[in-house]
């Protein structure tokens, strides 16, 4: 089993910066995939990004939504077990806990680790907010 801790969050204005930080303990020779997803009040769960360490896809692939493209980098470190986070340009609707997950499952395609279905461990989450 892998445990995922968050840190990171916190208050900036708009256009500021943050950079979020996932340690991940446990059975981490197994993890394939980390994602980071948020969630809004009242709205679903979304997809943020995801990064794989191992498995059928490439090491060190990454995949990002559309709505934080340009603006957010994930990367991961497999000898440290982290995966971290950067968010540049924040916006508003940035607003979220975030949250981030990992999954033992190989897939060929990165369509797979965007949706948290993907996903069997689970972080507590970190809030961040951006004011305007």
């Known amino acids: 089993q892998v445990r995922l801790v968050e840190s990171g969050g916190g208050l900036v204005q708009a256009g500021g910066s943050l950079r979020l930080s996932c340690s991940a303990s446990g059975r981490t020779f197994t993890t394939a995939a980390m994602g980071w997803f948020r969630q809004a009040p009242g709205k679903e769960r979304e997809f943020v990004a995801a990064?794989?360490?191992?498995?059928?896809?490439?090491?060190?692939?990454?995949y990002y939504a559309d709505s934080v493209k340009g603006r957010f980098t994930v990367s991961g470190d497999t000898t440290k077990s982290t995966v971290s986070l950067q968010m540049d340009n924040l916006k508003p609707e940035d607003t979220a806990l975030y949250s981030c997950a990992a999954t033992t499952l190989n897939y060929p395609s990165g369509n797979y680790y965007q949706t948290s279905r993907t996903y069997s461990a689970w972080g507590q989450g970190t809030q961040v907010t951006v004011s305007s």
């Open positions: 990064v794989t360490w191992r498995g059928k896809s490439t090491p060190g692939a990454v």
